[in-house]
């Protein structure tokens, strides 16, 4: 399972899908909710965190009969990834990468990202011209 990074999509995993891997193994990706071709979550409180994402992942497993993923994660997919350790699912590989690992507290999250002036912009709900 290839989980995409905030602001992203499934789309970002095209070069692999296209590649020799699909010839040796199964690779899925998803849109995660308000992401990509996916709808916003029916419940944003239940959904927009990392454990609700990593309910949505697990979901998307449970539904293909999945019982042993191998998860890459890349940045908040790398954090879904390290939630879904948490879940009922035998995990059999976990990579991140772009993913600090942080607790889920706001200052231990902003501790884990470096301050840049663009950074003012992502979760921002309008943007001026």
Known sequence: MLIHGNSACKEIFARQFNSELTKRHRLIAFDLPGHGASSDAFDPART????????????????LGITR??????SLGGHIGIELLTR???IAGLVITGTPPVGHNPADFAAGFLPH???ALTGKDAFSE
Do not use: S
Not at 48 to 63: K, R
């Open 48 to 63: 927009y965190h990392m454990p609700g994402y990593a309910d949505v992942a697990l979901e998307v497993l449970q539904h």
């Open 69 to 74: 993923p191998v998860v890459l994660g890349w």
């Open 88 to 90: 009922p699912i035998e």
């Open 117 to 119: 002036e663009h950074m």
